[in-house]
C-alpha cells in the first residue's frame, strides 16, 4: 500500500495521548510538549502542528499518525524506509485558549463559537516565527526551545520538514513550499492539485507579489513565508518595532541543521467563502468583500448574542461553508505523502 492511500487507516486509529511517546519540554504555562520519534529508515521526517493553536486540524491528523505509527510493526515499509519526528501540538497552552469552539471530533467547525472565542498570538508571540536563531539565543518561547534543542539530537539532516496550519476563510486549499524547492516539485504540485480536484474543492489563489516571502507559483501554490521577507515587510512600513519580533521559523530552523530539506506548509481553509481567487488583484476584490463581511458578523456578536441564529443563516445563504475536517486531513496527508514521494526522486 502506497503512503498517501494509508490514509483512511491513519483517521481510523483512535488519536492516544499514549502513542506519542516523550515530553521534551514545558510550555510556558507548565504544560508537557510531546513529541514522538518512530522508525529506522534513512530518510528523516519532521512534522509539526500547532504553532497557530487557531489551526486545529493539524494536530488533529498528527495525534492520528503517532497513533497509527505506533501500532505498526517494524518491518513495515513506513518504518524501516522513514525515520519519523512528530511534535502533534507545539501550543498547549494556546489549544487550551482556543477549546471553547475546537469541540473534539466535529465534522465541521461551527462558524458562531469561531468568530466568539477565537483566540491567536501576535507576532513576538507566535511560534511558528519564533524559533531561536542560535544557540546563544535563549530569549525565546520556551516551546521553541524544546522543539530547537530536540531537532539538533537527530545525528544527519532532515530530508523534509512539515509545519501543518490552517487559514480561517479561503476559497479551497493553498499549499507554501520551500522556495529552493520550487523548481524542483512539479511531481507534487500535480498530485496535491488533482487530489483537491477529486474532493470537489477549488484550490485557493492569491497574488501577493512577494510579500513577507510570498510568491505565487500558479494556481493553488506559493513559496512559504520567511522571517527574512516579514521583517523586511514590516521595516518598509516604518514598524521597526514589529520588524524586530520575528525569530526564524521552524522551517528555517530545519534547514539551518544543514542538508538540502524540502519544507512545506499546508493551509487549509476552517471556512471556504467562493469567489475568492477569481480576480487575483491585488487586491482581490471577493476576498475583500468577505473579510469586511466576517468582520461584521464578529462586531454584532460581540453587540448582541441574539444574533447568532441571524448569522449563521445569512453566511449560509451568502455561500460561506465550513469545510469538513476528514477531507481537510485527507489533503494535508497528500501533501505529506506528495513531500516524501518528492524527496525520494
Known amino acids: 500500500m502506497s503512503i498517501e492511500h494509508r490514509i483512511d487507516d491513519i483517521i481510523a486509529s483512535p488519536p492516544a495521548d499514549s502513542a506519542i511517546e516523550k515530553t521534551i519540554g514545558r510550555s510556558r504555562e507548565g504544560r508537557p510538549i510531546k513529541a514522538s520519534l518512530f522508525g529506522t529508515g534513512t530518510k528523516r521526517l519532521s512534522l509539526l502542528a500547532g504553532c497557530h493553536a487557531d489551526e486545529p486540524v493539524g494536530p488533529r491528523l ?9 501500532e505498526l510493526p517494524q518491518s513495515d515499509p513506513m518504518l524501516s524506509e522513514y525515520e519519523w519526528w512528530i511534535i502533534p501540538h507545539i501550543n498547549p497552552d494556546g489549544e487550551i485558549r482556543n477549546e471553547a469552539w475546537q469541540k473534539p471530533d466535529v465534522d465541521r467547525y461551527d462558524l458562531v463559537p469561531y468568530l466568539q472565542n477565537r483566540v491567536r498570538e501576535l507576532p513576538g508571540d507566535d511560534i511558528e516565527f519564533g524559533f531561536p536563531g542560535n544557540e546563544s539565543d535563549k530569549h525565546s518561547r520556551p516551546e521553541n526551545q524544546a522543539a530547537f534543542h530536540w531537532w539538533k539530537t537527530a545525528k544527519s539532516p532532515f530530508s523534509m520538514h512539515i509545519s501543518l496550519h490552517g487559514m480561517s476563510f479561503a476559497a479551497g486549499p493553498w499549499f507554501l513550499l520551500e522556495e529552493a524547492w520550487k523548481d524542483r516539485a512539479s511531481e507534487l504540485k500535480e498530485r496535491c492539485a488533482a487530489r483537491v480536484a477529486e474532493l470537489g474543492y477549488t484550490l485557493h489563489d492569491v497574488e501577493r507579489n512577494g510579500e513577507k516571502g510570498f510568491f505565487r507559483l500558479g494556481r493553488g501554490f506559493c513559496t512559504r513565508p520567511d522571517s527574512r521577507y516579514m521583517s523586511a515587510h514590516f521595516t518598509a512600513l516604518g514598524d521597526e518595532s514589529t520588524a524586530s519580533l520575528f525569530r526564524p521559523s521552524s522551517m528555517e530552523t530545519i534547514r539551518s541543521l544543514g542538508g538540502d ?3 512545506l506548509v499546508s493551509e487549509m481553509p476552517l471556512f471556504l467563502t467562493p469567489g475568492v481567487g477569481e480576480e487575483l488583484g491585488p487586491p482581490d476584490p471577493i476576498a475583500v ?20 441564529d441571524a448569522i449563521r443563516t445569512e453566511a449560509e445563504a451568502e455561500g460561506l461553508q465550513p469545510m469538513d475536517v476528514i477531507d481537510q486531513m485527507r489533503l494535508q496527508w497528500t501533501f505529506i505523502a506528495a513531500g516524501i514521494e518528492q524527496v525520494g526522486i
Open 62 to 70: 498528527l495525534k492520528h499518525l503517532c497513533s497509527y505509527l505506533s
Open 261 to 263: 530539506p524540502l519544507t
Open 289 to 308: 468583500r468577505w473579510k469586511e463581511r466576517i468582520a461584521e458578523w464578529s462586531k454584532r456578536l460581540e453587540i448582541a448574542t441574539d444574533e447568532v
